[in-house]
């Protein structure tokens, strides 16, 4: 079993900035992606941001030039540099990850619980 733990979230004003955290813990072989989603309310979950193992990056556009994703490995820990918050931005952030268990499994997916972000305008 895997367990994904955020962390950072919070209530902020717009121009504020925030880092979310998030490790990955529990039987873990390999981890090839972590990334970050985020859900509205009245609307659907979508990305925001991804790093591989290899650290690429992808952003969803909304984000780019504000977030920074990036990546330790060897700690299992994804973090999500957000700057220049806008209200735009409020949500519940889940953190997710595409793992192995062991060589010989196939990746599964995870997801945290999510964290909530609001920003003030």
């Known amino acids: 079993q895997v367990h994904l733990v955020e962390s950072g979230g919070g209530l902020v004003q717009a121009g504020d900035s925030l880092r979310l955290s998030c490790t990955a813990s529990?039987?873990?072989?390999?981890?090839?992606?972590m990334g970050w989603y985020r859900q509205a309310p009245g609307k659907q979950r979508e990305l925001v941001a991804a790093?591989?193992?290899?650290?690429?990056?992808n952003y969803t556009d909304s984000v780019k030039g504000r977030f920074t994703i990036s990546r330790d490995n060897a700690k299992n820990t994804v973090y999500l540099q957000m700057n220049t918050l806008q209200a735009e931005d409020t949500a519940v952030y889940y953190c997710?990850?595409?793992?192995?268990?062991?060589?010989?499994?196939?990746?599964?997916?995870?997801w945290g619980q999510g964290t909530q972000v609001t920003v003030s305008s």
């Open positions: 529990g039987t873990i072989f390999s981890i090839y992606v």
């Open positions: 790093i591989t193992s290899g650290s690429r990056t």
């Open positions: 997710h990850a595409v793992l192995r268990h062991t060589h010989f499994t196939d990746p599964l997916t995870y």
